[in-house]
């Protein structure tokens, strides 16, 4: 397998040379205030998370019919053709122009993975409004970086890399399995379950050996796909944890949540829900993560005392907070109910994975209003001028709004509603992200109108 390559594309004078040396780490690349300093193809290597790859900076792009510039544009076309994924730098100051619409359209019939980074956001924090006019070139991963100031890079490197292939671990191809973590309170059958799903549906195993109270992660392969699993340290509460040892097994598993694709939630049947379990809900939940609610020890329940039907109602009161999640009774000991794990595992990760159009999403928005106004304050309604998705893992919408305080919660609860509907969002959070035109919404917090 070659080195993964990355280009760097964009029209002049919008920061790609000091991008290029910003994540090289060297003064390779001429830079300069003008426009059309670089015109030929200047390669680098970067590592990013122990990924090697070359990077291409190219020369600026502006469709002009001279010489020089068909020169420029025929080195820009090599660049894109050897890349296995292509950035497309911008520049928030100088805004979006006809030349980015075309480069788009160019790089979409490349068939190339690309990612927009919005460079000169100069700014800690919060993206300006004008960020987010740059969605319209229509990819989902749209970034704000400053290349000068060295702001936003890492995200930028994650999001560049997340396409590349990479180096084999022990025979698994790490960009083709799910990740799925089993997390709980101590003894509620967390390492048997692993063991299940590891030593009787196994094709493929390689076990990364740690400590005994670490989280144990192992490889496997079986006709649903591939999967790393972690079978993680019980996570007690904060009172509880003794010793040193045993707080960072608590740091792992907890950072095992948050690199997980699924969260597997286990309960004791027996036992019942407890405030612990909430909170090691909390964690999936906030991280933003595809879950599943697992009942095991099914089997010695009492079914007369608390049928499975009252029983989930009582598991639904307890994680009111993540009404997605399925909830599954198993029996990992007498195998009940395994056999829908690992479907169940599949559809809510590729649930979390989903991307909805934005014409799409906008119709739905749109039948949603006409059935159901938006709410209204003071004799003014909420405009809700159209709406984007920005991400996945979990699904994450961008509302453009006249005035953001004119939102109330039970109206953003409704759109969930409606888009779950239409999209299948099962087993995963939906993020909401509103942005006002009103300019006292950059300074404001939403209200619940009165």
């Known amino acids: 397998m070659g080195t993964p390559v990355l280009a760097i594309v964009g029209r002049p004078n919008v920061g790609k040379s000091t991008l290029f040396n910003a994540l090289t780490g060297k003064r390779t690349a001429i830079v300069g205030p003008e426009p059309g300093v670089t015109r030929d193809r200047v390669m680098d290597e970067c590592d990013w998370n122990g990924l090697a790859f070359t990077i291409i900076d190219t ?3 502006d469709f002009a019919i001279d010489d020089m510039q068909r020169l420029v544009f025929n080195q820009v076309q090599v660049a894109i053709e050897m890349a296995d994924v292509v950035c497309l730098l911008t520049d928030l100051q100088a805004g979006l122009s006809d030349i980015e619409f075309k480069i788009a359209d160019m790089l979409r019939k490349s068939g190339k993975p690309v990612v927009v980074a919005v460079n000169k ?4 924090g919060d993206a300006p409004m004008e960020f987010y006019e740059f969605f319209e070139l229509g990819f989902s991963d ?3 970086i400053s290349a000068s100031h060295k702001l936003g890079l890492s995200e930028l490197l994650d999001a560049v890399t997340a396409p ?3 180096p084999d671990v022990d025979g698994v191809d790490e960009d083709d399995y799910i990740t799925v973590a089993i997390t709980g309170r101590p003894n509620v059958g967390k390492s048997s379950l692993a063991n299940r799903l590891v030593g009787e ?7 990364i050996p740690g400590t005994t109270r670490d989280a144990i992660d192992s490889f496997i392969e079986n006709e649903h796909g591939r999967f790393l699993i972690y079978d993680t340290a019980g996570l007690r509460r904060k009172s509880r944890i003794d010793g040193q040892i045993e707080f960072v097994s608590a740091l792992r598993s907890r950072r095992s949540v948050e690199e997980a694709d699924v969260s597997l939630i286990m309960i004791d049947a027996s036992e019942g829900p407890a405030e612990q379990d909430t909170k090691v809900a909390g964690l999936a939940h906030n991280d933003g993560k595809a879950s599943i609610i697992l009942i095991n020890k099914w089997d010695l329940a009492d079914k007369d005392e608390t049928p499975m039907r009252e029983y989930e109602e009582k598991i639904r009161r307890r994680f009111e907070f993540m009404p997605y999640a399925p909830v599954l009774f198993v029996s ?3 195998g009940f109910n395994m056999n829908k794990l690992w479907p169940l595992i599949t559809r809510v990760y590729e649930s979390s ?4 159009s934005t014409s799409v999403l906008n119709e739905v928005v749109a039948e949603a209003i006409v059935m159901h106004p938006t709410p209204q304050q003071k004799g003014r309604h909420l405009r809700i001028y159209y709406a984007t998705q ?3 893992s979990p699904p994450t919408f961008i509302f453009f709004v006249n005035d953001k305080r004119l939102l109330h919660f039970s109206y953003e609860r409704y759109l969930e509603n409606r888009l779950r509907e239409n999209f299948d969002f099962f087993g995963t959070p939906v993020r909401f992200i509103w942005k006002g035109r009103a300019a006292r919404d950059e300074s404001s917090s939403r209200v619940t109108p009165d």
């Open 390 to 392: 920005g991400s996945v």
């Open 353 to 356: 994975k989903r991307r909805v």
């Open 164 to 166: 590349m292939e990479r």
């Open 121 to 124: 956001v100069d700014r800690p």
């Open 332 to 334: 990992v000991k007498t």
């Open 59 to 61: 020369g600026g792009i």
């Open 201 to 207: 549906e196994r094709s493929i195993v390689s076990d």
């Open 142 to 144: 749209t970034l704000a």
